[in-house]
């Protein structure tokens, strides 16, 4: 992101919700991003995950410029590159673990092959140690539980960087410890993760903790691994 602003306007006001951001996320990387209500989290958030656009400035992923698309576009590479993890699990009680997994790939445009669908959902359901539960539905399970599903369910499309907004929010504080801990194994086998928290303690298992104040980046710390 080069020089991003986002402002709304409503009927008389105009709210600067981010000012000038410069963000720049590489493969593998971990980032926590917190600051007080209203800071402008997860206007960033959105802009990051093409649900809205900026103002001004650029935003580029994987080089191609994407700071002013078409929905259908948009759209298009939400699917393919960005996966979503949100504060409440948005699974569907009517379907197995592993159909609610299996789903993203069920309504793509390129459809995958039966056989490799089943080892998509079962790699992802793998790595969040959720394959047990596989024909479980959702309302079976934990909250903590519901939260690894929707985590492997985006995953299952492999992309480039996992978004995650608050995702201990609906969580005590045991359950929301073993997520924590999923996203930090699954960060060390090389998924790339942006994260929104208010949780001071959750921040700092980020490798890169960038706090916003004011629609602004106000410091950065990075957290060099002690080997
Ligand atoms: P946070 O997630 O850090 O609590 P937000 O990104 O939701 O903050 O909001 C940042 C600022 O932008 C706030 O002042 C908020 O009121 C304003 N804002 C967010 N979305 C809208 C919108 N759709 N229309 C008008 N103002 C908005
Ligand atoms: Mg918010």
Redesign the pocket.
């Known amino acids: 992101m080069q020089n991003i602003a986002k402002v709304?306007e409503?009927e008389d006001i105009e709210?600067h919700?981010l000012k000038n951001i410069n963000l720049e996320i590489q493969a593998g990387d971990y980032i926590s991003i917190s600051?007080p209500?209203?800071?402008?989290?997860?206007?960033?958030l959105s802009i990051l995950g093409l649900l809205d656009f900026p103002s001004q400035g650029q935003y580029f992923i994987d080089g191609e410029d994407v700071s002013s698309l078409s929905l259908d576009k948009a759209a298009a590479i939400r699917n393919s590159k960005l996966g979503f993890v949100f504060q409440s699990f948005n699974l569907i009680d009517s379907q197995s673990v592993y159909d609610n997994v299996a789903l993203p790939l069920r309504y793509r445009k390129d459809k995958v092959s039966a056989e490799e669908m089943e080892q998509r959902v079962t790699k992802c359901l793998q790595a969040v140690e959720m394959l047990h539960r596989k024909d479980h539905k959702p309302n079976q399970l934990s909250g903590g539980q519901q939260q690894r599903v929707a985590i492997a369910r985006a995953l299952v499309q492999d992309p480039s960087i996992l978004l995650v907004d608050e995702p201990t929010g609906n969580l005590d504080s045991k359950s929301g410890e073993a997520v924590m801990s999923v996203l930090d194994k699954l960060n060390k086998s090389g998924t790339t993760i942006l994260m929104v928290t208010h949780d001071s303690n959750h921040a700092a298992m980020a490798k890169t903790q960038l706090h916003?104040s004011d629609g602004v980046i106000v410091e950065d710390v990075e957290l060099r691994e002690v080997v």
């Open positions: 709304f409503t709210t919700a600051g209500s209203g800071c402008g989290k997860s206007t960033l916003l």
